[in-house]
């Protein structure tokens, strides 16, 4: 629990430097908001229930489905900005693919900290779908599709949990410890994607699909050879076959061939193998 708190602390300190929020008070703010419902939620234990638990953050209604509350929004915009802006912070008017959005924390952090960029947000599981809409709502140039991507076009089961929707999976071995909800959602190949809503660039393609990683690229030759710069968390866990070398040798092909630019966040299991890692790549051939 020591360590816990230090680590929250720590977050805090760091978050505070940020740009995003743009203003001090609004990052403090967030910090606030974020104890009162860690004490509200994690420490005694008042239920939440998605679609109709919030916390509005300096105007904006924020919905999430964890006991944890915004402290994985705060986590995010730490790691980008820790780990990405530097290497990003040229981008003007960025093209943005989130792909598995979650709630949408990600594109928020995009829209606060580039100006005027173009983002299509991406989640297949119903429910989080409806909770990021409402996360994103009223927001410029933000294009939301309730579709996953896979290596072919048809339904695929996605496996989840109702109180964690974050690690909602294509891959029921994943959930070891309890039984989840399965939904029949529709996938698409990433190119057709592309194809059909007629974009031509992609300057930032964020890729966060809980294992699915492999099954996404092969899908997606199209996709990235007009990536400049590719964002993948990396699950480790080996569900489905996937392994780091079958996904790193999907990252060259015609017109794209990408290079480790830096790490971001990892996630080690109890016996200190890395479970999940964020890797920033920057396609060599992109101009």
Same mark, same amino acid.
């Given at each position: 629990? !020591?360590? *816990?708190?230090?680590? =929250? *602390?720590? *977050? ?14 609004? %990052?403090?703010?967030? &910090? ?8 509200? !939620?994690? $420490? ?26 915004? =402290? &994985? ?13 530097? !290497? ?6 960025? #093209? ?42 009223? /927001? ?6 309730? #579709? @996953? ?24 071995? %994943? ?9 029949? #959602?529709?996938?698409? %190949? ?10 031509? !660039? ?29 964002? $993948? ?5 080996? #569900? ?12 060259? @092909?015609?017109?794209?061939?990408? +290079? ?5 966040? /990892? +996630? ?12 920033? *790549?920057?396609?060599?051939? =992109?101009?």
């Amino acid at each position: 629990m !020591h360590f *816990l708190i230090f680590l =929250s *602390l720590s *977050l805090d300190w760091e978050f505070l430097f940020c740009h995003y929020p743009p203003r001090v008070l609004e %990052r403090l703010n967030f &910090i606030v908001h974020k104890y009162y419902l860690l004490v509200k !939620h994690l $420490l005694l234990n008042r239920p939440i229930e998605p679609l109709k638990t919030f916390v509005n953050i300096s105007g904006r209604l924020i919905y999430f489905e964890s006991k944890f509350g915004i =402290s &994985i929004f705060q986590a995010m915009i730490v790691n980008f900005e820790k780990n990405y802006i530097y !290497h990003l912070k040229g981008l003007k008017k960025p #093209v943005v693919l989130d792909v598995g959005a979650h709630l949408g924390f990600f594109s928020l952090t995009i829209a606060g900290l580039f100006k005027n960029p173009k983002i299509y947000v991406v989640e297949p599981l119903n429910l989080t779908f409806q909770m990021t809409s409402k996360n994103l709502a009223g /927001m410029k140039d933000v294009y939301l599709k309730n #579709v @996953g991507f896979w290596n072919r076009d048809g339904k695929v089961p996605l496996y989840f949990d109702s109180n964690n929707l974050m690690y909602s999976s294509a891959f029921e071995e %994943r959930f070891r410890e309890i039984s989840p909800k399965v939904e029949s #959602v529709y996938m698409e %190949r990433l190119d057709k994607f592309i194809s059909k809503n007629k974009i031509k !660039h992609i300057d930032v393609l964020k890729l966060d699909a809980e294992g699915a990683e492999e099954k996404i690229l092969e899908g997606a030759k199209l996709g990235l050879a007009m990536t400049h710069y590719l964002i $993948l968390e990396c699950s480790l866990d080996f #569900v489905g076959g996937t392994s780091f070398a079958s996904v790193a040798r999907l990252l060259k @092909g015609p017109g794209y061939n990408f +290079q480790l630019v830096t790490v971001g966040t /990892m +996630q080690r299991d109890n016996e200190g193998k890395i479970k999940v890692i964020d890797l920033l *790549l920057e396609n060599l051939y =992109s101009k």
